[in-house]
C-alpha cells in the first residue's frame, strides 16, 4: 500500500516475527453432501479451523460435513445466497489468515500453501487467479470468460488495479482486511446487496479501493464434481456489473485509506503438507499500480453505462 510496483516485495518472509499464524478455511456448501469427502481428501494437515457454513440443504450436507470434519464450526446462514453464507462464516472465524474455498471440488485445497505463502510474504489479499501462470481452469465455460474478461477489465480501469480474475472465489486474507469488507450485517432481515454472487467482487473492490496489498495467485478450477451449479451467468453477471458501479460512485465520494499492521508479531508460517505437490507460488502484485489502460473517452463511456444501471432498486 502506498508504494510502487517497484517498492514492493512480494516473496520475502517477515522479520522480527514471533507467532505462527492460525488459518481458518471458510467452506460454504449448498446440496454438496457427495463433494465434502473429496474436498477433505485434498485438504493440508495443518488447518486450525474449519468453518462450514450450510445454505439450508436439502440433502444431508451437514450431516457429512460433522462427519467428515468433526471438529469444524458448522454454522446455518441467515439469509440465502453465497454473499451471506461467507459473512456468517466470516463471524465466526477465529483464525489470523482466513481462506475461502468452495465446496463442489472446483476450488483444490492443497492449494491453500499458495496463499498462505504470498500472506506471509506480505501481501495483505491473495487473489486466485485462473488467468495466470500456475492457474487454469477446465470448468470456466466460453460466455463465463467473456463476461468474466469485460467485467475484470471494467474494475481494472475504474479502480486502478490490474487483477486477472475478478469473479473467482478462490482467496485468503488477513483477518483484519475484513474491517474494509464492510458486509451487510448477518442479523439484518431481508435480501441484502452482497448476499449473493457479487460477494467476491464487492470483497475484491473494497480491498483495492482500500489500498490493501493484493497479490495473486495462480490456481486451477476443475469441473464440479457432483450436483449442479447455483450461478446464473446473465443474472448474477448483472448483479456484478452493478456492484462494480456502485462502489466505484461510492469510492469516488470515500476518502477512506485502511492499512492492516498483521504482519508485526508473526513468525514464518507453519509447514501445511498437502496430499499432492503444489507447483511453486506465482504471486504477482495487482493494486496500487497505475492502470494500464485509461482514456478520457472510455472513461465517460463507463460513467454513460453506470447512469443506466440502477443500483437502488431492491436486491
Ligand atoms: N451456504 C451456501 N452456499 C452456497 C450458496 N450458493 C452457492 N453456495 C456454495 O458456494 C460454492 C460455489 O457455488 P457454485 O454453485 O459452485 O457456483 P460457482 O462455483 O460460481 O459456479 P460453477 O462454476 O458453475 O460451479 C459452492 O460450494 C456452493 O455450494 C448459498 O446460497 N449458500
Ligand atoms: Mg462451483
Redesign the pocket.
Known amino acids: 500500500m502506498g508504494t510502487s510496483a517497484n517498492d514492493r516485495k512480494v516473496v520475502s518472509l517477515p522479520l522480527n516475527t514471533t507467532k505462527t499464524p492460525r488459518i481458518t478455511v471458510i467452506?460454504?456448501?449448498?446440496?454438496?453432501a457427495a463433494?465434502l469427502p473429496h474436498v477433505a481428501a485434498r485438504m493440508p494437515a495443518g488447518i486450525d479451523e474449519i468453518v462450514f457454513?450450510?445454505?439450508?440443504?436439502t440433502d444431508n450436507t451437514v450431516e457429512v460435513a460433522r462427519q467428515t470434519w468433526p471438529d469444524a464450526v458448522i454454522v446455518q446462514?441467515t439469509r440465502?445466497?453465497?454473499g451471506?453464507?461467507l459473512a456468517c462464516g466470516f463471524e465466526k472465524a477465529t483464525g489470523d489468515i482466513i481462506v475461502m474455498i468452495?465446496?463442489?471440488c472446483?476450488t483444490d485445497p492443497a492449494e491453500i500453501p499458495r496463499y498462505v505463502g504470498v500472506l506471509v510474504a506480505g501481501a495483505d489479499f491473495a487473489k486466485g487467479s485462473r488467468f495466470i501462470q500456475g492457474g487454469g481452469s477446465s470448468?470456466?465455460t466460453f460466455m463465463?470468460r467473456i463476461g468474466n474478461f469485460g467485467l475484470n477489465a471494467i474494475v481494472n480501469i475504474l479502480f486502478r488495479t490490474h487483477y486477472s480474475d475478478l469473479?473467482y472465489?478462490y482467496n485468503a486474507f488477513w483477518r483484519d482486511a475484513m474491517d474494509v469488507f464492510e458486509l451487510p450485517a448477518t442479523s439484518a432481515t431481508g435480501p441484502q446487496w452482497g448476499d449473493g454472487?457479487e460477494i467476491e467482487t464487492l470483497i475484491n473492490v473494497r480491498v483495492a479501493a482500500a489500498g490493501l496489498d493484493i497479490a495473486e495467485v495462480g490456481s486451477y478450477?476443475r469441473d464440479?464434481m457432483h450436483?449442479?451449479?447455483?450461478?446464473n451467468a446473465v443474472s448474477d453477471g448483472i448483479r456484478v456489473l452493478r456492484t462494480i458501479f456502485a462502489e466505484w460512485r461510492s469510492h469516488r465520494r470515500s476518502t477512506r485509506k485502511v492499512r492492516p499492521a498483521h504482519t508485526a508479531d508473526l513468525e514464518p508460517v507453519k509447514t501445511l503438507t498437502t496430499q499432492s505437490p503444489v507447483a511453486v507460488t506465482v504471486a504477482v502484485p495487482v493494486a496500487s499500480q497505475p492502470a494500464a489502460i485509461t482514456t478520457e473517452s472510455l472513461t465517460a463511456m463507463l460513467v454513460d453505462t453506470a447512469a443506466t444501471v440502477d443500483q437502488e432498486t431492491a436486491v
Open positions: 467452506i460454504p456448501a449448498m446440496n454438496e463433494n457454513v450450510d445454505g439450508n440443504s446462514q440465502k445466497g453465497k451471506n453464507a468452495d465446496a463442489d472446483s470448468d470456466i463465463r469473479c472465489g454472487f478450477e464440479r450436483g449442479v451449479s447455483n450461478l
